[in-house]
């Protein structure tokens, strides 16, 4: 069965600080994505990946930097936490096939004060 | 503007009453999926329909590419399936997913 995990699962951090999610998937997707969803409202995406080493912007990337070292993991970056990016973080996993569906992670909910 | 609309926004229902609910998109898509959310919950894929008709117990998905249109109805509802239900478009132009708002589904005992 398709799995992502994330970590932490839930981060209070101060403004300016540095802040790294990280996203783990053992589906061996080449696809991975960071979304946040704010109260009320659907995903937006943030940064996506389309395989180790690759990094693209979303539609939101402004203050957020991704990673993707290896096919596993995919980190998303705030180097200076601002209160505007309290949120709840999911990172999901796809790829092209038969069907294309993504896979997601519990999420982190992420407070920056 | 927005690439995917849902509709309604919020809907409260008596148990046992049925549910339609609509996502309706503005460029060509690829596919279409249809998620679950509890309450600060991850997201439970539900349907992934491209196009036709799926059903899953109570549940029954309908894309119509060329009225760019999706459904999800839900038969009989139950207070188990109160949350929020989204759709999720992936475009043909660029691989790029774009989900919906959300209805915010809520069934009164």
């Known amino acids: 069965e398709a799995a992502v995990t994330q970590s932490p699962r839930n981060k209070v951090a101060v403004t300016g600080g540095k802040v790294t999610l990280s996203c783990n998937q053992t589906?061996?997707?080449?696809?991975m994505y960071w979304y946040r969803q704010d109260t009320g409202h659907g995903l937006r995406l943030i940064h996506y990946?389309?395989?180790?080493?690759?990094?693209e912007k979303g539609d939101i990337p402004d203050g957020y930097k991704a990673s993707r070292p290896s096919q596993e993991n995919f980190s998303l970056i705030l180097e200076l936490a601002t209160p505007s990016q309290t949120s709840v973080y999911f990172c999901?996993?796809?790829?092209?096939?038969?069907?294309?569906?993504?896979?997601f992670g519990p999420g982190t909910r992420l407070t920056v004060l | 503007g927005q690439q995917v609309q849902q509709s309604p926004a919020s809907l409260v229902l008596q148990e046992g009453e049925n549910a339609e609910l609509q996502c309706n998109f503005s460029?060509?898509?690829?596919?279409m999926q249809w998620f679950y959310q509890r309450p600060g919950g991850s997201l439970v894929s539900l349907f992934y329909?491209?196009?036709g008709t799926k059903h899953s117990g109570r549940l029954t998905s309908t894309t119509v590419i060329k009225e760019r249109r999706s459904s999800l109805h839900i038969s009989s509802s139950q207070t188990t399936d109160s949350g929020t239900y989204l759709c999720?478009?992936?475009?043909?132009?660029?691989?790029?997913?774009?989900f919906g708002d959300g209805t915010q589904l809520v069934v009164k005992p």
């Open positions: 460029t060509s898509l690829n596919s």
């Open positions: 329909n491209p196009s």
């Open positions: 999720a478009l992936e475009r043909t132009s660029n691989n790029r997913i774009f």
């Open positions: 589906n061996n997707h080449n696809n």
């Open positions: 999901a996993s796809g790829d092209w096939g038969a069907s294309y569906e993504q896979y």
């Open positions: 990946s389309y395989g180790a080493g690759s990094t």
